[in-house]
Every structure is written in structure tokens, then in C-alpha cells.
């Protein structure tokens, strides 16, 4: 069965002090890997998608890389306005035929000033 | 105005309450989706839409009925809810479902008394 476990849970970091979150994922002929931002009351907020092996990206503090098992989500020097909870979303091929998205659930991450 | 919108953002109904959720899109994007966001839980798929036609039902309880009637707008028709059915209910929007992220709004929280 076709799953994304994210890890850990919850994270609390201390402004400044750089550490990673981690999707892992099992599903065959994967379409795309994309990572979200969730603030409290609001939709999650498109961050970054990764398509190939040994891909990364960037922006600002954040940088995503992906394996062909699982992707992290890498915060450098992070600041009291990055916390939120992170989605990471897979595509890849449904029972129908098609394509579906599946969702882990997410990583809260908590920064302290 | 960008982006994807919702309303109304916060719902509360008896279960023989009939009423709908509303969703609309100013991205110029082919799909759209319904998701149920439940606490500790992934997001949960319900509802695909391509080019207004229905591509996916995740084995959705027929209580909840989606329309489609162009490619900007989706409604999410709700009667006779239970209150397992109080959650975040999400509309998103990709470009095709082939390989391009997902845009949210903002949500719409239902509460069932």
C-alpha cells in the first residue's frame, strides 16, 4: 500500500539551531514529491516540488532534497516566523488508472525566540 | 483576485441541515479538489475534478455531493451530516493532475451539532 510517514511529529527548535524533517515514502512510479507550509487557520501553502532522485531546491532558509525513498526538508538558522506544520504529498499512480496525491501528517514545528 | 477561495469559512449546522460550500479559483487550473482535514489525520481525499468532469469519488458517504458547473467554481453540497463529519474541509487546484502541485484556499471549518 502506497503510504508517506513524516517525522517527527513535533519539533521544537531554539532560533538559530538548523535541523531536518523527514518524509519517507513507499510508492511505485513516483509522479512528484511537494512539501507545504500550514499556519494555524489557513490552507497549506505550496513550498517546493521535487521530480528525480538527487534533486534539491531552495528558498530562503529551507532546502529539500529527495532519494529515491524518502525527502528532507533541511531549516538553516530558522526564525520564530517559521513555525507551522509541514506537509509532504506524493503523486503517484491510483487503483483507477490515474494519478492521486497522499498526504502524510505532517511535522509541527515550534521555534522559540 | 488570486488564488483560491473559499466560503464560508466557518460553518456550524444540525445534522438536518442542508447547506454548501463554495470554492472558486482564479488560476486558470483544469482540476480542482475537495479534501477533509481532521486533526492527527492526513488529508483525505474526496473529490477530483478535471475539466468539470468527476475523475475521482474516494468512497465518500453520499451525503456529501460535489458539482462542478465550469472549471473556476466547485461547490460541495452537505445534508444530513453526522458529527464525525466536523472538520477543515479544503478545495485545492493543480494545473493538470499529472505532476503539478496543489494551490489551497483557505478552508472551511464545519462544525455538526
Known amino acids: 500500500e502506497d503510504q508517506v510517514t513524516q517525522s517527527p511529529e513535533a519539533l521544537r527548535l531554539q532560533e538559530g539551531e538548523s535541523s531536518s524533517l523527514n518524509c519517507s515514502y513507499t510508492?511505485?512510479?513516483?509522479?512528484?514529491l511537494f512539501w507545504y507550509r500550514q499556519d494555524p487557520g489557513k490552507g497549506p501553502e505550496f513550498l517546493f516540488t521535487l521530480y528525480s532522485a538527487g534533486e534539491e531546491k531552495e528558498k530562503e532558509r529551507l532546502k529539500a532534497t529527495l532519494t529515491k525513498k524518502e525527502s528532507f526538508l533541511h531549516i538553516t538558522a530558522p526564525k520564530p516566523e517559521d513555525s507551522a506544520t509541514y506537509l509532504c504529498a506524493v503523486l503517484g499512480p491510483s487503483t483507477s488508472g490515474t494519478y492521486k496525491y497522499i498526504f502524510g501528517t505532517g511535522t509541527r514545528l515550534k521555534v522559540l525566540a | 483576485e488570486t488564488g483560491v477561495t473559499q466560503t464560508p469559512r466557518h460553518l456550524v449546522m444540525g445534522m438536518t441541515n442542508k447547506k454548501s460550500l463554495k470554492c472558486e479559483q482564479h488560476l486558470g487550473h483544469n482540476a480542482m479538489y475537495w479534501y477533509k482535514q481532521s486533526a492527527k489525520k492526513p488529508l483525505e481525499l474526496m473529490f477530483v475534478y478535471s475539466l468539470e468532469e468527476r475523475v475521482e469519488n474516494n468512497s465518500v458517504p453520499s451525503r456529501f455531493s460535489p458539482e462542478c458547473p465550469n472549471s473556476s467554481h466547485l461547490f460541495l453540497h452537505l445534508h444530513t451530516l453526522q458529527p464525525e463529519d466536523s472538520a477543515l474541509y479544503l478545495c485545492?487546484?493543480?494545473?493538470?493532475?499529472?505532476?503539478?502541485?496543489?494551490?489551497f484556499g483557505d478552508g472551511t471549518r464545519l462544525s455538526i451539532l
Open positions: 485545492a487546484s493543480s494545473q493538470d493532475r499529472f505532476g503539478q502541485p496543489q494551490h
Open positions: 510508492v511505485s512510479g513516483l509522479r512528484g
